[in-house]
C-alpha cells in the first residue's frame, strides 16, 4: 500500500466549474498535509498546506482534512484554463514526506 | 519560501560518463532532498540530505551510484555515476524543514545517449 494516495485521473471539468482531487493516506502519525500543482516540464509549485481538521481557504483554493477517514481534499472554484495541470497531494511526518502520484486536471474553455 | 536554483538547467551526456548537479539555495535550510521524475510520472525520492552527516538514501538507490554531498546548509551537489540511458531523467532537488513543506527548484533534464 502506498503512503499517499491519488486517482490519476485526467479529470476534466468546464471553465468557471468546481474541480475536486482528493488523496488518502495511510499513516495516521502524519502531521501535515500540501497540494502541489506541477506544470508539464516544471518543477512542483506548492499551492497549499494543512495541518489542522476542517477547511483552509485560500483565493479560489480550498484544502480539507479528515484525520479520522485518512483524507485530504483540494477544491478549485471557478476553474480556469491555466489551472490544467498536475496536482500532486504529499504528506508529513517528521522527516518523511511522501508524494502521490498526481492528478491531471484538464479546464475545458 | 526559498529561491532554489539548480546547475546545468539541461545536459546530454555519452553513456559511461559521470554528471554533477549543484543545487544552491538562498538560505539555510535544514533538510535537502533529491528526486528522480520520469517523463509523465510522479516524483521519486533518491535521497535525503543532511548537512555534517552521510546522505540517506532510498531503496533501489546506492550512494556509489548517486554520490551526494552536503558541505553546508545552503549547497548540495548530487552525482549522477557511469550513466546509462536509463538514468535519462529531469533531477530535482528540493529544500525543507521537519515536517514543513518542500520547495522545489527548477530541475535538470538530462539525457543519456
Known amino acids: 500500500q502506498k503512503e499517499v494516495e491519488q486517482n490519476s485521473g485526467p479529470l476534466s471539468v468546464p471553465e468557471g466549474a468546481i474541480a475536486s482531487l482528493n488523496c488518502t493516506y495511510s499513516?495516521?502519525?502524519?502531521?501535515?498535509f500540501f497540494w502541489y500543482r506541477q506544470y508539464s516540464g516544471k518543477s512542483p509549485e506548492l499551492i497549499m498546506f494543512?495541518?489542522?481538521?476542517g477547511d483552509k481557504e485560500d483565493g479560489r483554493f480550498t484544502a480539507q482534512l479528515n484525520k479520522a477517514s485518512q483524507y485530504v481534499s483540494l477544491l478549485i472554484r471557478d476553474s480556469q484554463p491555466s489551472d490544467s495541470a498536475t496536482y500532486l497531494c504529499?504528506?508529513?511526518?517528521?522527516?518523511?514526506?511522501?508524494f502521490g502520484t498526481g492528478t491531471s486536471l484538464t479546464v475545458i474553455p | 519560501s526559498a529561491v532554489i536554483s539548480q546547475k546545468p538547467s539541461r545536459d546530454i551526456c555519452q553513456r559511461g560518463t559521470s554528471l554533477t548537479i549543484q543545487c544552491q539555495v538562498d538560505?539555510?535550510?535544514?533538510?535537502m532532498f533529491w528526486y528522480r521524475q520520469q517523463p509523465g510520472q510522479s516524483l521519486t525520492l533518491i535521497a535525503t540530505?543532511?548537512?555534517?552527516?552521510?546522505?540517506?538514501?532510498e531503496s533501489g538507490f546506492v550512494i556509489d551510484k548517486f554520490p551526494i554531498s552536503r558541505p553546508n546548509l545552503t549547497f548540495s551537489t548530487l552525482t549522477v555515476s557511469n550513466m546509462s540511458p536509463e538514468d535519462s531523467s529531469i533531477y530535482l532537488c528540493?529544500?525543507?524543514?521537519?515536517?514543513?513543506?518542500?520547495?522545489f527548484g527548477p530541475g535538470t533534464r538530462l539525457t543519456v545517449l
Open positions: 528540493s529544500v525543507g524543514h521537519y515536517y514543513n513543506e518542500q520547495f
Open positions: 499513516d495516521r502519525g502524519s502531521q501535515s
Open positions: 494543512i495541518y489542522s481538521n
Open positions: 504529499a504528506s508529513a511526518r517528521g522527516n518523511q514526506f511522501y
Open positions: 538560505s539555510q535550510v535544514t533538510m
Open positions: 540530505a543532511n548537512q555534517g552527516s552521510e546522505a540517506t538514501y
